[in-house]
């Protein structure tokens, strides 16, 4: 699966911004779709994972409860990152990821290594 993010850019502190992610295949509906950052000295993060159908609820990074949400648009096959109330901790770059294969349980779906596909990041600029 390809996977093609974009949507990136600068934006002052308390502002918004959408990060889209198109993906190939022909199963969208049957991946998770999620959304990790690495932040410059950092390790990369989990973010956010919208589920597969039937796959269960979206799982959260604490740090962005309340601000971002992910919402996917299966006939498309695209998910989007809306990312509001963003603070300059949240600068990083954004990488769109999906798991094409079987399921597997919830508690593992924060790690990278849940993931099979990756798109190839796109910057987000938080000024303060």
């Known amino acids: 699966v390809q996977l093609q993010a974009s949507g990136g850019g600068l934006v002052q502190a308390g502002g918004s911004l959408r990060l889209s992610c198109a993906a190939s295949?022909?199963?969208?509906?049957?991946?998770?779709m999620g959304w990790f950052r690495q932040a410059p000295g950092k390790e990369r993060e989990f973010v956010i994972v919208?589920?597969?159908?039937?796959?269960?609820?979206?799982l959260y990074a604490d740090s962005v409860k309340g601000r971002f949400t992910i919402s996917r648009d299966n006939a498309k096959n695209t998910v989007y990152l809306q990312m509001n109330s963003l603070k300059p901790e949240d600068t990083a770059v954004y990488y769109c990821?999906?798991?094409?294969?079987?399921?597997?349980?919830?508690?593992?779906?924060?790690?990278?290594?849940?993931?099979?596909?990756w798109g190839q990041g796109t910057q987000v600029t938080v000024s303060s």
């Open positions: 990821t999906a798991r094409t294969g079987g399921r597997i349980i919830t508690g593992v779906m924060k790690e990278e290594m849940a993931y099979d596909s």
């Open positions: 295949g022909r199963t969208f509906s049957n991946y998770d």
């Open positions: 919208s589920r597969r159908t039937g796959g269960g609820a979206t």
